[in-house]
């Protein structure tokens, strides 16, 4: 935190997820699948700020949150909520797992994600299930969104929640799912605090 490291981590997130155009190639192993974009700044970027939350240091994590954490990755999620592109389902995904380290055990983190994250997260579950053995990422972004619940939904927005259908939608996919995809769904139910 002294050499400003999670301040420049939030500006290179929010740099990355800007729609002007960029001259980048992506011709290294590292530039996979940014040819012209920034999506492979905003795929390490990620995972970076993964990396960082799961340290579990609190004083890290809320300084990140301090300075709009959250918010840049609900924007990063609204972004690529519509993909079909691999890269961005594991962008998608590993956005959602850093929300779900974040959010856990904070209340006032689970309030900042919000009805906002509520409704992206029910978007996400209610692909269509073929999507789920495509092999291009679904699954991932599936079981993240599942984390998601459990982690991120609280009793200030779980009402939005259920009134948006998110039981039946975790029914719907637990009765389509696969055996191994089955069992973390009944444990995911938000939680009433």
């Known amino acids: 935190m002294r050499g400003h490291g999670n301040t420049r981590l939030i500006m290179l997130l929010e740099w990355a997820c800007l729609d002007c155009d960029y001259g980048g190639h992506g011709n290294s192993f590292f530039g996979e699948g940014g040819y012209q974009t920034r ?11 993964l990396a960082v939350v799961r340290t579990g240091n609190e004083n890290v994590i809320q300084d990140l949150c301090d300075q709009g ?6 924007v990063v999620l609204k972004k690529y909520k519509d993909t079909d ?4 389902l594991s962008i998608l995904s590993n956005t959602l797992l ?5 959010c856990e055990t904070d209340s006032h983190r ?9 409704d992206l997260l029910l978007q996400f579950l209610s692909l269509d ?3 789920f053995s495509s092999g291009l990422g679904y699954h991932k972004l599936l079981l993240s969104s599942v984390n998601a619940i459990w982690c991120c939904v609280s009793f200030m927005n779980q009402d939005l929640f259920l009134e948006r259908g998110g039981i ?18 009944p444990r995911c139910a938000p939680r009433s605090h």
Do not use: C, H, N
Request: hydrophobic fraction near 45%; glycine fraction near 8%; aromatic fraction near 6%.
């Open 129 to 131: 299930s073929e999507k």
């Open 168 to 185: 039946p939608i975790l029914l719907d996919l637990l009765e389509k799912s696969s055996p191994e995809y089955a069992e973390p769904g």
């Open 98 to 102: 850093i929300l779900s380290v974040v």
């Open 110 to 118: 689970k309030a900042t994600f919000g009805d906002e994250g509520v």
């Open 85 to 88: 592109v691999p890269i961005e």
């Open 39 to 49: 999506r492979a700044q905003l795929r390490y970027t990620i995972r970076v700020l």
């Open 69 to 74: 954490l959250i918010g840049s990755l609900l």
